[in-house]
């Protein structure tokens, strides 16, 4: 029976002037700040102006045992953005400058953008990237902004978020330089070690479009693994005014998002890369490096504000993006529709007579996807999780590896005789600078600076008693059994995850 004529211009009309309402399903934003810990107040931070997130929180999950596998930007980067331990991808550290670090170019058959676009979507970039190759980690679409305001970042991704002259679904990789330290110092400080402004206007000035929110260095909270002093204070005063800028480019995206009809279309994932760069925090394998906020909204599932005590890790994103894309091959952890790696250099003459594989083929994720965990959040995901982290800038080799689970945290510093080295940026903090002046036994957090600086083989946490990791129980006499029992399944986790410093539990 044809349509009535009222109905058929109705239709018409609709088509016509409301086309936001025919948007792609199933878009992804995925959200990476940079050296944020998980200071939000859905975490309980009650310093955090973070309200943008939390909202995210309450309508959707919040994990509460989320972990980067390395706390390095670029080694990091290159897990999340192929689910692959950065050991085995080949981006060993930064990729910037004379470090020049850089994947395997085989990771291409795995390499989120790559297998999202063989998956159906539109890929966009906007922010840090911080990987190579590019030819590996390739978008189809690379957006500018200043990665200092995310303000301005939203904005100028709205018509990449928008477009309808596309059918596909969009992932959008919105990675902000806040709150990584940078701009100078602030000069109106009265010490003698002055605050990092963390990417802050000086003198209380703002970006366009930025509430700033400034805080009193009292009000700041000291995480365990810090000294609680003046300079510390003044440095998180800069830090927590960072983070809250980043919340207010997320409201933009969320305005952004349900204009256009495409709120409830949407995942939004939100991590950071690692934790806040503090000395015990970013370069490090303790909790303080380690653990991420990791907050997802899935409009599909229908169990939101709620938490989850999965153990997760970075090495997961690319997996439970695919997966959510419908891409993931479940019998063989790798994509439906690999990208030909062999063919693809050959056709782009490249890298044609390189090592591109290390040795072996990459054919399946070292992580695995949560997306069972949206749906029950009551369910576990991995037992145990391995961090790898080797270098951080060139010439700061010390390889550290980790294995953890909710018991007890063994980590094994391969390079112990050394000392240990320091980020530029985190070796010049004032927070560190004031204790380093006092000497070896000067306080910082829960250690002193000689034994933060010089540490032993293996430390060995019982992390369910000792969240702060306050006791090194390697040397314990009635822990040895433990101790040995994670060797083994540290050196086995290696094993399984290939991992070439594995060799040197035989020698040296």
């Excluded at 929180?57 to 596998?69: H, P, S, V, Y």
């Excluded at 009193?216 to 983070?243: G, M, N």
């Excluded at 037992?383 to 909710?406: C, G, K, L």
């Excluded at 029992?485 to 540290?490: D, N």
Aim: net charge negative.
């Amino acid at each position: 029976m044809p349509l009535p004529i009222r109905t058929f211009i109705c239709l018409f009309v609709a088509l016509t002037y409301f086309p936001t309402s025919w948007a792609a399903e199933r878009n992804v934003l995925f959200i990476i700040t940079d050296d944020e810990s998980p200071t939000l107040g859905c975490y309980g931070d009650t310093a955090a102006k973070t309200p943008a997130i939390d909202a995210i929180a309450a309508d959707g999950l919040i994990f509460r045992n989320a972990f980067a596998t390395t706390a390095s930007c670029s080694a990091s980067r290159s897990v999340v953005m192929s689910g692959l331990h950065n050991h085995r991808n080949g981006q060993f550290g930064h990729q910037h400058h004379y470090h020049k670090f850089s994947s395997f170019h085989d990771v291409v058959r795995l390499a989120l953008p790559q297998v999202l676009d063989r998956a159906g979507y539109r890929t966009g970039h906007i922010g840090k990237y911080h990987v190579a190759p590019e030819s590996v980690y390739h978008y189809e679409t690379y957006l500018q902004g200043n990665e200092r305001n995310t303000v301005a970042m939203a904005d100028a991704s709205r018509e990449f978020i928008t477009d309808t002259s596309d059918d596909r679904p969009f992932m959008l990789y919105f990675a902000t330089s806040d709150p990584h330290r940078g701009g100078g110092v602030d000069k109106t400080s009265a010490s003698k070690h002055k605050p990092d402004l963390f990417g802050n206007k000086p003198n209380d000035g703002s970006y366009p479009g930025i509430n700033e929110v400034i805080y009193d260095p009292a009000d700041v909270v000291v995480p365990p693994f810090l000294p609680d002093t003046p300079e510390t204070r003044e440095e998180l005063a800069q830090y927590y005014q960072s983070v809250a800028r980043i919340d207010q480019g997320v409201a933009r995206l969320v305005q952004i998002l349900k204009e256009a009809d495409l709120y409830d279309k949407t995942l939004i994932l939100f991590t950071s890369d690692h934790g806040m760069a503090f000395a015990g925090g970013k370069t490090t394998v303790y909790e303080g490096g380690l653990r991420v906020p990791m907050v997802v909204r899935d409009p599909y599932q229908s169990k939101r504000g709620v938490e989850s005590e999965a153990m997760i890790s970075h090495i997961d994103i690319t997996p439970t993006l695919l997966d959510f894309a419908g891409g993931l091959d479940a019998k063989t952890n790798g994509p439906i529709k690999p990208v030909n790696a062999k063919q693809y250099w050959k056709e782009r003459d490249e890298a044609v007579m390189d090592n591109r594989d290390g040795g072996k083929k990459f054919d399946a994720y070292h992580g695995k996807s949560w997306l069972h965990c949206l749906a029950t959040p009551s369910e576990s995901h991995h037992d145990t999780i391995f961090a790898s982290h080797t270098f951080h800038e060139i010439q700061m080799y010390y390889p550290m590896r980790v294995i953890r689970d909710d018991k007890y945290k063994l980590i094994w510093n391969i390079a112990h005789p050394l000392p240990y080295p320091f980020a530029s940026d985190l070796w010049k903090a004032s927070s560190w600078q004031a204790q380093w002046e006092k000497g070896k036994d000067a306080p910082y957090g829960n250690t002193t600076v000689g034994r933060y600086v010089q540490r032993p083989a293996f430390e060995l946490f019982d992390i369910a008693a000792d969240p702060n990791e306050t006791t090194n129980l390697a040397t314990s006499q009635g822990h040895q059994d433990v101790l040995e029992t994670y060797k083994a399944k540290l050196k086995a986790m290696q094993k399984e995850m290939d991992d070439p410093w594995v060799m040197k539990w035989d020698y040296e």
